[in-house]
């Protein structure tokens, strides 16, 4: 399974981005995907996630500004990013296969990564 990131690059204090992620030799309808970010010095952590049916997670500090999305028959998840701020700047991975924690909501990361496209916010 090949996941490719693209849509990062520099933007403005306040400005948007759309990210997406292609997915190939897999069966993209019923994998839970997700968009993690690490930025320089600090873990890897989940920004957004939304399962096979279309159900969505956020963490808190994009709530409001990030908005995740999937269309099944381009194999593509999404991610519309608004209001961005320096401190969004971070490389972002796809991640697909995610994986469901029993009798929860969790989602733990899948086995499928993309390479990361860098984003950065910044005068």
């Known amino acids: 399974v090949e996941l490719v990131e693209s849509g990062g690059g520099l933007v403005q204090p306040g400005g948007s981005l759309r990210l997406s992620c292609v997915t190939s030799?897999?069966?993209?309808?019923?994998?839970?995907m997700g968009w993690y970010r690490q930025a320089p010095g600090k873990e890897r952590e989940l920004v957004a996630a939304i399962t096979a049916t279309g159900t969505t997670s956020y963490a808190d500090s994009v709530k409001g500004r990030f908005t995740i999305s999937r269309d099944n028959s381009k194999n593509t998840v999404t991610l519309q990013m608004n209001s961005l701020n320096p401190e969004d700047t971070a490389v972002y991975y796809c991640n697909g296969d995610m994986i469901p924690v029993p009798n929860s909501a969790v989602l733990q990361p899948g086995g499928y990564w993309g390479r990361g496209t860098q984003v950065t916010v910044s005068t």
């Open positions: 030799g897999g069966i993209f309808r019923v994998y839970h």
